[in-house]
């Protein structure tokens, strides 16, 4: 199909191609949140995808709601025009409308955070004791009461003070009792998410996910569902080798407190760097995109 107001480099989808994607989108994302919606309806807490619907600050409905990315105009599309994400342009075809620059401003972050991960190698040497150091002396204040502590509260302990806590993610970070902040190797703080995260972080990794939501409606909804789905994995990874006993909802433990331990989650976090890699470069592209519009 081509039309004289399309773009240079534009695709340009007709409702044969862009009407199938998203309802298998909206499928797929259905499918995603479906035991969320249904755990929270019995009141029952999962310390993974509670996580992910919480402390990432998106409705289980935002990650049905489809966008094909920046370049991408849409034939025959002015059903999407109800969502203000969206409008005709004078050769009728269907366009996102262009960020302002606010947005643009939260875009281009959350690009040069992804190139700047993208060209550190991984550091696998954490074994994810920033879990443990969120409770270090505080196990009566811990965030997940309802589970127990797999070796108790001064067995936790002994574990931080015994191994390196060498965390480089903000986020993370910030969450440790005061008394496990001066035992870390750095003091990551929010400006200097730039020069501190590195692509071995099971955190970086999950927030793949928020920069990906963040983005929208610039990237592919796709691609926002394939971030989820890798922020879950990593999510399980990150409880498993927490402190906490995760065991009767089907999380066994990674024993980070042994030899054995460290090594099955120097593993993970490899196989997890891994698995990012395609979609932070995804990300970056998709970026690319509209910041160069």
Not at 110 to 132: I, K, M, N, Q, S
């Amino acid at each position: 199909m081509t039309d004289p107001g399309v773009q240079s480099g534009e695709v340009v989808l007709g409702p044969e191609a862009w009407r199938p994607r998203r309802a298998a989108h909206q499928a797929r994302a259905d499918g995603l949140v479906e035991a969320r919606r249904r755990r929270a309806a019995a009141g029952e807490a999962e310390p993974v995808e509670d996580f992910l619907f919480t402390y990432y600050p998106f409705r289980l409905g935002a990650l049905r709601r489809w966008t094909p990315g920046a370049g991408v105009a849409l034939a025959d599309a002015d059903e999407l025009l109800a969502d203000a994400r969206f409008g005709r342009s004078a050769d009728g075809l269907v366009r996102l409308v262009a960020p302002d620059a606010a947005e643009r401003a939260r875009l281009a972050f959350a690009r040069d955070l992804c190139v700047a991960v993208a060209g550190r190698p991984a550091f696998l040497g954490c074994f994810g004791l920033h879990e443990w150091a969120m409770v270090y002396r505080q196990a009566a204040e811990r965030r997940h009461r309802r589970w127990p502590l797999r070796l108790g509260p001064e067995g936790t302990d002994e574990v931080v003070r015994a191994l390196p806590i060498r965390c480089s993610h903000y986020d993370a970070f910030r969450f440790f009792t005061p008394d496990a902040r001066p035992l870390n190797r750095q003091a990551p703080d929010l400006a200097g998410r730039l020069a501190n995260e590195q692509p071995g972080c099971v955190h970086v990794t999950m927030d793949l996910y928020k920069w990906a939501m963040k983005s929208a409606p610039w990237v592919p909804a796709e691609l926002a569902a394939d971030c989820f789905e890798l922020a879950r994995d990593a999510r399980s990874v990150d409880m498993r080798a927490s402190p906490y006993d995760f065991s009767s909802v089907g999380l066994a433990p990674i024993r980070i407190e042994t030899p054995e331990g460290r090594g099955e989650y120097e593993h993970e976090q490899r196989r997890l760097t891994k698995k990012a890699e395609p979609l932070r470069a995804r990300l970056v592209a998709s970026l690319n995109v509209v910041l160069s519009a």
